[in-house]
């Protein structure tokens, strides 16, 4: 009986639940419905399209400009960005992961290419520039590669997605939504049981376009992440996915990770990109929220201008009623008469003139388009324009640097993010990787390797054992650092002349690497510890092989042999002789010599 009622007993997650989650969700609207409406708002800046927002009939009629210098602005910030596009390298907190650092600095990079990162990080980009937060999905996805797995990363719709009002971190947020809009039938026939629930029971907001889209055969499909305590303190977050109150899957229902929870990393796997951050909430202001008030003042004095060029450019006529002009025959050119009842006076009868533009209303509007290239950042010399006769490379190059200190920081600040979206890929894989993969990566040489990896070296690994005592577990534990994997054209002339220079210098010349090596510890430029190890290299060499040549030079001098009766040593051959008024040093032929006259006077006694 027991067992008949553990297996009759609800599941944890419901359509209770699925109903209060619906009710937190409306309630996380209401606290987002002026962000919605702004990110609305800002689409329509960025296409240009503004003027659909003036519903006025005086506007009726009247041209309608729309100058890019706003869309100009972001377009050149998206372009720096995706100049500096990033590329991770893994580096280990202890000396027993250095291999497993190595390894994944190498296949990191590919399982972003896998997941098209590259198409992820511009479409991002341009969210954070227009609204001002780029948010990236990172997912683990069961059914690629053929039900093996794989992790996907996308660019998600901040319209999409909700939070706890207030906070300022979304890991703080009791409750995250992700919503998506759906086809109906394929709903059904992936989950049988919402046949005849299929409908739109929750309103997602939408942007306004130009085509009609129609979402009648639509259902809005609710992602659902939330937390929960789990055991020894940590932190679960469970995932559950609903539509019209159907539950469709739940973490919490699955055995497997009831008490894991759906990720093991305990986190909701999305990262936020502010641009501009806002107190009290997740999300920030982008460059349009910023530019868009300068940038309705010119194109109003813009419709101002050309309206007032058409009506000077327009012959226009004051005509009285007595006049007795036939109107028809007056406003058609083609006509060469033009007949008249009576006497014409100009009092009756003149042409009105239309006064042109004035210089002081030019040189206004060009202030403000001045104006709003200061706020946005995005002055000439950032696009490679100069005034003020400013012609070396050098002085260009040192504005162009000067210029870019904001396109650096908004970098500096999506590099942050790409580390976290590292950091969850490296635990989805420490997660998810239970076979051994093999990934191709090119080698230093450029040669084409191919490197097997799989969760082993990074799950926890046994420590040391004392005593025949096992000391616990280590987890391996790495740090990412960020740096651009693509140059701009700048960047890589910039250091082709400091290579060329460290050349012209004497730097690379191995008798002066002790110098070089002063000068390089005061320097700085990207790139400098590799032409430091590089001046060390030489001057390692040159020491070596002075080393070598002082010792092939003690191994070729000539031995001296021992003297024969009558031989002078092949030593005394080249041996210098002494000074005039110098006494000659004593040598082993001497000492014969005096041998030999020493036995004569005895011979002769």
């Known amino acids: ?234 932190e679960l977050v469970h995932y559950c996915k609903f539509c019209n109150g159907v539950v469709l899957y739940a973490s919490e229902n699955d055995p497997r990770l009831a008490e894991r929870g759906f990720y093991d990393h305990g986190r909701y796997p999305f990262v936020f990109d502010v641009l501009f951050q806002e107190e009290d909430s997740p999300a920030g202001f982008g460059y349009i929220d910023v530019m868009k008030d300068c940038q309705n003042s010119i194109d109003k004095m813009n419709q101002a201008m050309d309206e007032n060029v058409l009506l000077a450019s327009k012959q226009r006529y004051v005509l009285s009623d007595a006049a007795g002009i036939n109107e028809e025959e007056l406003a058609d050119f083609s006509r060469d008469i033009v007949h008249v009842t009576g006497r014409l006076s100009s009092d009756s009868f003149h042409q009105m003139q239309t006064a042109g533009l004035q210089a002081s209303s030019i040189t206004y509007r060009n202030s403000r388009v001045d104006e709003l290239k200061e706020i946005s950042g995005n002055r000439d010399v950032s696009q490679g324009g100069t005034s003020g006769g400013v012609t070396a490379a050098s002085a260009i190059a040192a504005l162009q640097e000067a210029g870019s200190k904001l396109s650096r920081d908004m970098i500096k600040s999506a590099y942050r993010a790409f580390a976290r979206e590292c950091y969850m890929v490296i635990d989805l894989m420490r997660q998810f990787y239970d076979e051994e993969r093999i990934f191709r990566i090119t080698g230093e040489q450029g040669q084409n390797l191919y490197v097997p990896f799989s969760a082993a070296a990074l799950r926890p690994a046994p420590a040391r054992t004392v005593a025949g005592v096992e000391l616990g577990s280590r987890e391996p534990v790495f740090d990412i650092t960020i740096s651009a994997a693509k140059k701009s054209t700048f960047s890589r002339m910039t250091q082709n002349e400091t290579a060329k220079e460290c050349y012209q210098l004497g730097f690379f010349n191995p008798a002066n690497a002790d110098a070089a090596l002063a000068a390089l510890e005061m320097m700085d430029f990207e790139g400098i510890e590799k032409v430091r190890q590089r001046v060390r290299q030489n001057g390692t060499l040159a020491r070596r092989l002075q080393m070598a040549q002082q010792q092939l030079a003690r191994l070729a001098r000539p031995v001296v042999q021992a003297p024969g009766p009558g031989s002078v040593p092949a030593a005394r051959k080249g041996a210098p002789r002494a000074p005039a008024g110098m006494p000659r040093p004593a040598g082993p032929a001497d000492a014969a010599k005096r041998a030999m006259n020493s036995n004569g006077r005895r011979k002769q006694g």
């Open 1 to 234: 009986m027991e067992q008949e009622f553990l297996t009759q007993a609800p599941p944890p997650v419901g359509p209770e639940q699925a109903a209060e989650a619906e009710r937190i969700l409306h309630k996380y609207k209401a606290g987002k419905a002026a962000l919605d409406r702004r990110l609305i708002d800002n689409e329509l800046w960025f296409r240009m399209a503004h003027w659909k927002q003036y519903k006025n009939r005086m506007m009726e009629g009247k041209p309608q400009p729309s100058s890019g210098w706003l869309f100009n602005s972001i377009a050149s910030k998206h372009a720096d960005a995706m100049d500096n596009y990033p590329e991770p390298c893994v580096l280990p907190r202890a000396a027993d992961d250095e291999a497993t650092a190595r390894t994944l600095s190498s296949i990191l990079p590919v399982v972003l290419e896998q997941a098209d990162y590259e198409q992820v990080y511009s479409d991002s980009w341009w969210r954070k520039l227009k609204q001002g937060t780029g948010v990236k999905g990172i997912f683990w996805d069961p059914a690629a590669r053929g039900g093996l797995g794989e992790i996907a990363i996308r660019s998600m719709n901040l319209l999409m997605l909700y939070w706890e009002p207030g906070i300022m971190d979304i890991q703080d947020s009791s409750h995250f939504f992700s919503l998506s809009l759906e086809d109906s039938e394929q709903l059904a026939a992936r989950w049988p049981q919402l046949r005849g629930r299929t409908g739109g029971t929750i309103d997602a907001a939408r942007y306004i376009h130009d085509d009609s889209i129609d979402t009648t055969d639509k259902s809005v499909v609710v992602d659902w992440y939330y937390k929960k305590p789990g055991p020894g303190g940590r």
